[in-house]
Structure formats: structure tokens, C-alpha cells
């Protein structure tokens, strides 16, 4: 049972650079979304995808890019890293709306921006 | 737009004592509510969830919530807290339309004291 598969679970970067976090699900399900969670702010959502090929913006898309080429594997991508993007960082995913909607997660990847 | 809040930052209660969290949400139609529980270090857990009927649901781990429409609530409870119950709590509202797209609480840290 691998559910949501995030890599990698930590990864330190200097300022500037770019980076990949990984997310893969594996119970075909056609939403999918990232959120970053910092200290007292709770979840926000950065970018979420309704299916193979349609991604949205969501709260705090500033610095990021996504896309879903697959309906398993929804990638996030940092362009040029900033310290404000230190965050611990989760991809999860769900049934289109309408059967249950509840969101499952993976286990997160913890940022440092240097 | 839909939001909650979660009054309480951070609550202890004893081994073997009750426990309610507060949640409040806003939105203009029926809700559809969450709670997730999250351990150090993982990923978010679903707790219980309500879309419609029963106004009371229950949900894993002994765990209870009570959705009241008139007060905007979705508070959740357990009758005696044990240890492993220490952790943070978030509530969460999801739009009918597309309950994946949740929008997250500030999240309430609960400490279990021996």
C-alpha cells in the first residue's frame, strides 16, 4: 500500500537554485494538490490538478511550477529558490469531487533555503 | 471563500481526561468537514469527516465530531485522551463542488500530560 509517494524527504538549497519535489500516487486518483505548512499558518494550498493535463493555481502559487503529464505523478517545481520558500511541503490527493473528497497525504518534504 | 479557524493554539489535558477542539467555519452552502490528525514528522491523517445527514460522526482512534449548523461548528471530542493521542489537529472545509480543493485550519497542538 504506497498511497503518496513524496521525494525527497529533506533537501537543503542555496538561494537561486532549482529544484524538483517528486509526488506520486498509485490509487488512480485524478485530484491532486501541494501545500506548503509553516509554523502557525496551518496548510496552504500552492497548486492542485483536477487530471492528466489541467493544473490551477491555488493560495500561494508565487515561485512554483506544476504539471500532471500522468494521472499518477504530480511534480513541483521551484525555479529559483528563495528563503521564503522554507517550508515543509506535502502533496496529496483524492476521488474527483463527489464520493468522499477526503485528501490523502504524503509524508512531506522538508525545504531549507539557504 | 471558504476559511475555518481554530481558536486554540495549543491545549493540554491530562491522560484519561475528555477533549474538545474547536472548530469554526465559514461557508455560504452545505460544508463539507474534516479533521486530520497529524504526528511529528508525517503526514496528515484522516480523523472523521461529515457531509451530510447525522449532525454527530465518528470516526477512527475513539474520536467524535458534532456538526452544528447554527453555530457554524465542527467541534471534535474524545471521552478519555490517551497518550498517544498527542499530536496536531486540523480541521478542514471542502466545497461541495470539489472537496479535494479543503481549506485548512491554523491546526491546534494537543499535549497529553501522565
Known amino acids: 500500500n504506497a498511497g503518496v509517494t513524496q521525494t525527497p524527504k529533506f533537501q537543503v538549497l542555496k538561494t537561486g537554485q532549482s529544484m524538483t519535489l517528486q509526488c506520486a500516487q498509485d490509487m488512480n486518483h485524478e485530484y491532486m494538490s501541494w501545500y506548503r505548512q509553516d509554523p502557525g499558518m496551518g496548510l496552504r494550498l500552492i497548486h492542485y490538478s483536477v487530471g492528466a493535463g489541467i493544473t490551477d493555481q491555488g493560495e500561494v502559487p508565487n515561485g512554483y511550477n506544476v504539471s500532471r503529464s500522468t494521472t499518477e505523478d504530480f511534480p513541483l517545481r521551484l525555479l529559483s529558490a528563495a528563503p521564503s520558500q522554507t517550508s515543509v511541503y506535502f502533496c496529496a490527493s483524492s476521488y474527483e469531487a463527489g464520493e468522499t473528497g477526503e485528501l490523502f497525504f504524503g509524508e512531506g518534504s522538508r525545504l531549507t533555503v539557504l | 471563500a471558504q476559511s475555518v479557524t481554530q481558536p486554540d493554539i495549543h491545549i493540554t489535558v491530562s491522560e484519561g481526561a475528555s477533549l474538545e477542539l474547536r472548530c469554526n467555519y465559514s461557508?455560504?452552502?452545505?460544508?463539507?468537514l474534516f479533521w486530520y490528525v497529524q504526528s511529528p514528522g508525517q503526514g496528515l491523517q484522516l480523523l472523521l469527516k461529515y457531509f451530510s445527514g447525522d449532525t454527530l460522526v465518528q470516526g477512527i482512534k475513539g474520536f467524535e465530531a458534532e456538526f452544528k449548523r447554527s453555530q457554524s461548528s465542527f467541534n471534535l471530542r474524545k471521552p478519555s485522551v490517551h497518550w498517544s493521542d498527542a499530536a496536531e489537529y486540523f480541521c478542514a472545509v471542502g466545497a461541495n463542488t470539489n472537496a479535494g480543493k479543503s481549506t485548512f485550519g491554523d491546526g491546534t497542538t494537543l499535549t497529553v500530560k501522565p
Open positions: 461557508y455560504g452552502a452545505t460544508p463539507y
